[in-house]
């Protein structure tokens, strides 16, 4: 027994002394480097300019060859699988959501509304992060299904959703009172045109319609000489934008209450871990992958950087954007790729074993 | 030969372009002119939402001239109302002297 | 110390820069900017032809201050006669107060 | 006999059949699947967005990409060779416009100078649609002389030019009636500066400079390195664009007579089988092989999209762009490449048998 | 209803747009818009040491809005002073009308 | 003796004849081709545009390829070797700017400020002539140290606010007869700002952070798989630039005295040769290799295009940018790598013989 439990013990140092070597390894990863690069030069006041169009083709080309990959592995046969896991990504983005509303929302020196636009940033997905944990995967060697990755917008799209929704009845309560004449006014909250944003928005369009074309066309010699080897390149760029915006962004984070700071930074690993949770089972029941339970987890961590904030901003318009996105931009995102990526990787060996 | 007419500009946030285009449609305009602009007001205190890093034109400056003042008025005062209180943004008028004037009246 | 002054502006396809460009160095104007601008007028009946998905500003918006009116007058009036029966495009004067009027008077 | 006419038609079914297979697979080709998929994002009000400094980044590399390699085999030996398929070419841009100007610009409802401006355009090239048939072509092993695509400009430039000079004979002829002023004032149409702007265009600008560089200096490591690997990607970026604006154009195009219409899409057909017939005599004369063929027969078919529209905008400035631009783009364009290029593919290989 | 309020607006090069919205701050004003612009001007002896091909927008055109005109005068003079002896830029002053002259106030 | 004499005659000869041979090729190597086919293009007046936000990044994944690269390498066993080149690229960088201002800048009709600057523009780097070099060796087969081409800020910074500090002491003499208030006021010329300003600007940061992430982190799979591919082709477009922007900037030239032109045409050979010279030394002393003493030389023959300028601009503001922005870009940088490639790249053969 004593033997036993002493063991446990030096497992479990192992196992940290391996997470913290992984967590390292994982500073000096390019995607996780070019982050903090991009982070360093803001600090430092300097003028480097990846300029708008430039950015804007990145998210195309990363989005579009996230999609085509998933769209091309996709068959009749997958669909089966896909299922539990389908369910589960949005079981966790609206419970995500829900978690958000009753804690960061309800904080003192938090406005509901804020408070609930930030849970549904947290709930929904970044398509970076996911792409970071993608390569970081390919690195490691640990396989994943090629649909994993499209799980994407089963997550994304029920989290704003839902926090569209709960946004406008917390302000619909409190309507009379403060008078939000506006949200006030179309009462019943359509669901359809916030879907139908949501999917027009840029990024879901290139991951979709890469799906489509996946999936319908023959895509693979342009996947392969394309798609593919650039993939991991543009991902160093649009890192070190994100690494620079994080800063820009964190003036601010400072002017809104501190609660935000405090939800950004443990948000992303407890809705990992939720999520991580869930994957398993789904590889008891279904035999979803080690690989894919790690994405799972990270989409959960990630916060939306491209599409949730201008959704959000249109449909919650008497939300301050400088909380949402401050929060995501400036602590979310960076702890999700720095902490939670590595993290539920080494759960992901610790649990899974050789794989 | 020039007539005068009223020059309403709008400078306010990317995001708003359609919504503000099609108040401009609805009052009865019969054009107006957009360019990309950068800038600093009041709202400092919320930020765009929109990327800082990449973007150094996140805002719009939107330009309409009309023959009537009344259908100015009522454009600055829809969009004013309808997004100002949530939304960064300026609004202000110019009298100008317009060539063919028919251009700025609406048919009908 | 400031002095009044006539500004032109000029909203047209982008694909005038060059010729519009040489008419106003040929009325003697003293310098010109332009920049990037989208918008709808009346031409909704013609297509400029120019791509449409990428290039949101189509348009270019040109203005022309000049210390004379008569020059911004002759501007306007030959760019009118030569394009804007096959192309779009408006144009309006402005009065303003401009400093240091030599920058915006032809020499010699 | 009988038993002969079965065989006959037994083949054509084959043949038929084949084609349509064809024409399948074609569809799942990336290059049409982007148009397709363009379109498609198009009708669904989708916000993706190709940024207008990429397009014309994607323009150059594949214009110079088709000028390098093209130059790169042009060989004093080749001249010889070159000189049949030239001569056809420019034969084939006048008769496509001549075509249009006893047809189309003849037709009630169609101004006169609207229909030569469209007939000029169809005349004309697009440089994409003869990257995506290269591409074809590659994939399917037909061989083509690394020549051929630099037979574009012989094509594009006289069809442009006999065009603007139609346009103008018809307008001085109507001149007095209607005093359109500007145009009759320059009396005798001048060649030179039409040549002249037509090769400062961005589009055969980087084709020439291109196949200079090619020809004269060694470009190899570099084409190989990038311009060849990123072709076929950039086409697929560049198709996508190609499919939104087509979309975004049909309402134009539904503002003009309907025979804008008929013409856009019988046009392309019988163009590209006109180029066919003059290739298969180049191919019994001099040896023009198949694969030089079709691409003469998809330049014929093709109208320009990049180079053609400003130049017929600022020459023939009272034709109306919503017309040639809206017919060519909304209908030659996606024609062409869906229908043309399968086609002829198709003939060549009926034609000329195994290649 | 609208206010008169003084419109400053600065055209020059895209270097000096760091050091001359500190000027505009400092000066009190509320809020400025920038917009990218080229053009032309009596510069023609020197150059920007810009890229030229690449950049076709090599200018900023800064549009300043107050309600107090000796705020305007101020940043003209200010940066006419500093650097329109080597750099080019030009200033000029129109009159318009605002809504919500709150935003064009300074506080306090 | 009067046979030895013979035989050295012939040698010259020969390596003349290698010499001129190597000019011929080096004409055909596609940094050169592109460049002398911008210039064609702006002088047949080509409507060709490569867009500023590509131009943009093209210098950034140049830049950043630099330094990854020298960042790789740069090993505690490599300081030690470092230190004298180092020390001699600083060196080189002032003797350029000293030997300026007694040279150019006291021509008749050379302003003082004037002179001043173009020496600082000629003592500073151009990160695309030093790329075109890195290749050029390449193909040759020329080893270099990977970390010689991050010599390069040791030679620009220095270059650059030694031109800054002697041209506020030539007007500060000057001051109160010509009342350049402006300068005069700020008597001491405070170094650190301009230090600071040069590294913030997008070039220097670009290199840094790479050598920074080439150093601290495990770029590798992203520089072999994206940095280095695109190199090449990345150059090419950007060479294609530089050569439309030499012809468009002749025009400012032939507007100031023509000292600057035949400043422009001779500085970067002697400049060249003397960083060869010290080089040489170098190799000598520590082992320096052979194609690092020919990337020395030609950091020392180039002349900044992309920091230069705007640096001097801001901080020599009475400083005519017509005068050194021509001579560096429309003369100094063709003669730069035309002539000055080549021949340090002769002279390295003829110097350290089969390297
Ligand atoms: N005083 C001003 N003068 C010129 N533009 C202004 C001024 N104040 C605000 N703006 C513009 O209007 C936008 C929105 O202003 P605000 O609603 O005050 O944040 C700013 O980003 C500026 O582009
Ligand atoms: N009423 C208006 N107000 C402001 N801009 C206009 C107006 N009408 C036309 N424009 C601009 O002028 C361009 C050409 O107008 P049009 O010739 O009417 O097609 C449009 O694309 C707009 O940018
Ligand atoms: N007369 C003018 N009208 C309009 N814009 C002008 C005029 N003169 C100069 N500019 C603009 O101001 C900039 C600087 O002018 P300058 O200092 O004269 O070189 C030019 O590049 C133009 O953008
Ligand atoms: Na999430
Ligand atoms: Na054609
Ligand atoms: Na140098």
């Known amino acids: 027994m004593v033997d036993d439990l002493v063991t446990t013990r030096g497992d479990d140092v192992e196992a940290i002394l391996e997470f913290l070597t992984r967590l390292v390894a994982q500073f000096q990863s390019p995607a996780l480097a070019f982050l903090l690069g991009g982070m360093l030069l803001a600090a430092l006041g300097s003028r480097l300019e990846i300029p708008d169009a430039i950015y804007k083709f990145l998210v195309f080309m990363l989005l579009m060859r996230i999609g085509l990959k998933g769209g091309m592995q996709i068959s009749e046969a997958n669909l089966g699988e896909m299922l539990l896991p389908m369910l589960f990504a949005v079981l966790i983005g609206c419970s995500i959501v829900l978690l958000g509303r009753i804690t960061l929302a309800r904080l003192p020196g938090v406005r509901g509304e804020d408070g609930i636009a930030t849970a549904g940033l947290f709930g929904a997905v970044s398509g970076s992060t996911l792409a970071a944990a993608m390569v970081l995967l390919e690195v490691e060697g640990m396989e994943y299904e090629a649909w994993a990755p499209a799980l994407y917008p089963f997550m994304d799209i029920p989290a704003l959703i839902l926090a569209i929704v709960l946004a406008n009845l917390y302000l619909q309560r409190r309507a009379p009172a403060t008078g939000t004449r506006l949200l006030a006014e179309r009462q019943p909250v359509r669901l359809w045109p916030i879907v139908k944003d949501s999917l027009q928005g840029s990024a879901l369009s290139a991951l979709l319609l890469g799906l489509a074309l996946g999936l319908l066309t023959e895509p693979a010699s342009v996947y392969e000489d394309f798609y593919d080897p650039l993939f991991r390149g543009f991902l160093s760029v649009l890192m070190l934008v994100m690494g620079m915006e994080a800063y820009a962004r964190l003036e601010e984070l400072r002017r809104v209450a501190h609660w935000y700071a405090l939800y950004a930074a443990v948000g992303p690993l407890l809705h990992g871990l939720l999520a991580f949770a869930l994957g398993t089972i789904a590889h008891l029941v279904t035999g979803f992958s080690p690989g894919g339970v790690v994405l799972l987890a990270v989409m959960a961590a990630s916060s939306s950087d491209i599409s949730g904030p201008p959704t959000l901003r249109a449909a919650i318009p008497t939300a301050n954007p400088s909380a949402y996105v401050g929060a995501s931009t400036s602590v979310g995102t960076p702890v999700a790729i720095a902490i939670g990526i590595p993290l539920f990787l080494g759960l992901a060996e610790a649990v899974f074993g050789q794989f | ?108």
Chains 1, 4, 6 share one sequence.
Request: proline content about 3%.
């Open chain 2, 1 to 108: 030969m020039t007539t005068k007419a009223t020059r309403l500009v709008i400078v306010t946030e990317k995001i708003l372009h359609k919504e503000i285009t099609r108040i401009i449609d609805a009052a009865g305009a019969t054009g107006y002119t957009v360019t990309a602009a950068g800038g600093k007001g009041s709202r400092n205190v919320r930020s765009s939402g929109q990327p800082l890093v990449a973007d150094s034109y996140p805002n719009i400056k939107i330009e309409v001239i009309t023959a009537d003042p009344a259908v100015a008025k009522q454009i600055a005062d829809d969009v004013a109302a309808r997004y100002f209180d949530n939304f960064s943004g300026i609004t202000w008028l110019d009298e100008i002297e317009v060539h063919r004037l028919h251009k700025f009246q609406r048919q009908g």
